[in-house]
């Protein structure tokens, strides 16, 4: 068993931190949030007082932020991990940030002569908690295989992709495909539900056709039943969205799909709903309708 560092104790993390302890590693913890570090407390974790008392104790530290300032915070600045780190250290980069951003991270790390994993996460935050979702990594194989194991004991699946960086690339393409797949299955139970269905019923029937997805199993009930309790807060997720829409511009990659499903993001984040889930997105299309 290791003692893995965790830095951004959010919904995510705390599903991490949840699922390492649950393996039998050692977690120690670090948020902004006091809250947040009560409550690995209360599982079992170890606080800190800082992302530097983290790298100072773990073997690995992983990383899981909501922006891009806070990721390279956490790693570079005053307080951060490498001021605090130990001469094996390894930084395990899972927050959604930019190709670019974590390129640079790990040249900054690697000059240290410490390890960086470029190491997103594909799943929410309750789907992370039962241990479903995939690790996309990006990085040196040599250290891919020292980590996998531990990786491997939150999530079934931890997959090398490539270099630093194009880990974060296919995370970015999966959320391309989160994003267009919660506004369809949001812009189809519109649909059903004007055409006078049972909502509830529909959804049933539809998980089980040709139609089912991930997104619609995971996000059908909250559009369903109005409620949106935050397993990807929209406010995150618009960052996520301008990244893909970054990352096509730096390739050339057209993405229309995406610029209309970030309109409709947009108006919903515009009308309060930021905090909420994702799937809050069928606000929009209310609106829109006149409901």
């Not at 003692?3 to 590693?25: D, E, F, P, Q, Y």
């Not at 619609?216 to 301008?242: N, S, T, W, Y």
Request: net charge negative; glycine share 10%.
């Amino acid at each position: 068993m290791s003692t893995i560092g965790i830095v951004g104790l959010g919904l995510l993390g705390h599903a991490i931190a949840s699922r390492l302890i649950k393996a039998g590693h050692t977690v120690i913890g670090f948020d902004v949030l006091p809250d947040r570090v009560s409550a690995l407390a209360a599982m079992g974790g170890t606080p800190a007082s800082s992302a530097a008392a983290v790298a100072q104790s773990a073997e690995a530290v992983c990383t899981l932020l909501p922006s891009l300032a806070t990721a390279e915070a956490a790693i570079l600045g005053a307080g951060g991990i490498l001021a605090g780190a130990r001469p094996d250290l390894a930084v395990i980069q899972m927050s959604t940030i930019s190709p670019t951003l974590t390129e640079r991270l790990a040249r900054e790390v690697t000059a240290r002569g410490l390890g960086f994993l470029d190491c997103p996460v594909s799943g929410t935050s309750s789907m992370v908690e039962r241990g479903d979702g995939i690790f996309f990594v990006g990085g040196d194989r040599a250290l891919f295989e020292r980590w996998q194991p531990v990786l491997e004991s939150v999530l079934a699946r931890a997959v090398l992709v490539g270099r630093v960086g194009q880990a974060m690339v296919l995370k970015l393409v999966a959320n391309l495909l989160v994003a267009l797949n919660s506004a369809a299955a949001a812009e189809a139970l519109t649909l059903a539900r004007k055409a006078g269905l049972d909502l509830s019923l529909a959804l049933d029937v539809l998980n089980a056709s040709a139609a089912a997805s991930s997104m619609l199993k995971v996000r059908g009930p909250m559009i369903v039943r109005g409620e949106f309790p935050a397993q990807m807060k929209l406010d995150l997720f618009m960052k996520d969205i301008h990244l893909m829409q970054e990352a096509a511009t730096a390739v050339g990659a057209p993405l229309p799909f995406t610029d209309l499903a970030e309109r409709l993001y947009a108006a919903a984040q515009a009308q309060g709903h930021g905090g909420e889930d994702l799937a809050v997105v069928v606000t929009a299309l209310d609106s829109a309708s006149g409901r």
